[in-house]
Every structure is written in structure tokens, then in C-alpha cells.
């Protein structure tokens, strides 16, 4: 009775949070929205990008998919050290791939930025930046992006 309307409280008052972070995380029904993201984040920067999201091989041998691990802090007090203990960690879904962006060297640092504020949760693994000399020669950018996704999502 009490206890379970107590728990309800909680649940209602971070509710709206966790279906705010949830949008944010692709899913089977919005990973081509992500998508989309990106080849307008490319288009508007005036680069050509190819994803890769098949190869199982990439500069920094990561796999395709994996599960990012982040520690949760735990209240575990030792009686007779009070100290504070990291606990469990949890599993996050996640998809690793290769994207390669070309264009001029000011359209790929526009596009960069892009990925820096995008409204979805990743993780820029690596950046490679190949130029010719001058600001107006074509370069590529190799990158190695880590994409949290919805559980959902068939990997």
C-alpha cells in the first residue's frame, strides 16, 4: 500500500526523463532517423559521407557491435572502513561504424561539430583527418563513431 504508492511517486516524477533519454536512443522503428541526421548534417556541410555499419574490421579493431560497460556507484559502507564501494556496472547497447566524410577542410570541421552537438548519445572512438595542402583541397575525415541505441534494435 504505502510502499508501492511511495514507488509510484518516484516513477512519476522521473517518468518524463527516462521517455526523454529513450527518444534519444534509435531504435528498430527510428535508427533511419539517425541516419537521416547524418546525411543532412553532411549535406548542409557540403561533404559526401559513406558509413560503414557491415565491416567487422576498423582502424582501431573494434567490432561492430558491442555493449559499452559504465560503473554505477553503490551505498555499499563497509562498517569498519566507511568507505564507499563501486558496484555493478550496467551493459549499454551499442553499434560501432566507420564514417567518412570528404569535402573541403572547412565543410568537414562543419560537419564535425555537427556530430559533437547531435541530439544522439555517441562516442567519437577516433578521428583520422587526411589533407592536401590549402584550405580549399578536398580532405577526409575517417571516424569511428559508437552509437547507444534502444535494446530494441536487432544488431
Given at each position: 500500500?504505502?510502499?508501492?504508492q511511495?514507488?509510484?511517486?518516484?516513477?512519476?516524477?522521473?517518468?518524463?526523463?527516462?521517455?526523454?533519454v529513450?527518444?534519444?536512443?534509435?531504435?528498430?522503428?527510428?535508427?533511419?532517423?539517425?541516419?537521416?541526421?547524418?546525411e543532412?548534417s553532411?549535406?548542409?556541410?557540403?561533404?559526401?559521407?559513406?558509413?560503414?555499419?557491415?565491416?567487422?574490421?576498423?582502424?582501431?579493431?573494434?567490432q561492430?557491435?558491442?555493449?559499452?560497460?559504465f560503473p554505477v556507484?553503490?551505498e555499499k559502507?563497509?562498517?569498519a572502513?566507511?568507505k564507499t564501494?563501486?558496484g555493478?556496472?550496467?551493459?549499454v547497447?551499442?553499434?560501432?561504424?566507420?564514417?567518412?566524410?570528404?569535402?573541403?577542410?572547412?565543410?568537414?570541421?562543419?560537419?564535425?561539430?555537427?556530430?559533437?552537438k547531435?541530439p544522439y548519445?555517441?562516442?567519437?572512438?577516433?578521428?583520422?583527418l587526411?589533407?592536401?595542402?590549402?584550405?580549399?583541397?578536398?580532405?577526409?575525415?575517417?571516424?569511428?563513431?559508437?552509437?547507444?541505441?534502444?535494446?530494441?534494435?536487432?544488431?
Amino acid at each position: 500500500g504505502e510502499h508501492l504508492q511511495e514507488l509510484n511517486g518516484r516513477w512519476n516524477a522521473i517518468a518524463s526523463q527516462i521517455n526523454s533519454v529513450q527518444a534519444l536512443l534509435p531504435s528498430d522503428d527510428t535508427f533511419a532517423l539517425f541516419v537521416d541526421y547524418l546525411e543532412s548534417s553532411g549535406e548542409h556541410a557540403g561533404v559526401t559521407l559513406a558509413p560503414d555499419f557491415e565491416s567487422k574490421t576498423t582502424h582501431t579493431s573494434k567490432q561492430q557491435s558491442s555493449s559499452t560497460k559504465f560503473p554505477v556507484e553503490s551505498e555499499k559502507t563497509d562498517a569498519a572502513q566507511k568507505k564507499t564501494t563501486t558496484g555493478s556496472s550496467l551493459s549499454v547497447p551499442s553499434i560501432t561504424f566507420t564514417l567518412d566524410a570528404t569535402g573541403p577542410l572547412g565543410g568537414i570541421e562543419s560537419f564535425y561539430r555537427s556530430l559533437e552537438k547531435s541530439p544522439y548519445f555517441l562516442n567519437i572512438d577516433s578521428a583520422i583527418l587526411q589533407a592536401a595542402d590549402g584550405i580549399d583541397k578536398p580532405a577526409l575525415l575517417t571516424t569511428i563513431i559508437t552509437l547507444y541505441v534502444d535494446t530494441s534494435l536487432k544488431q
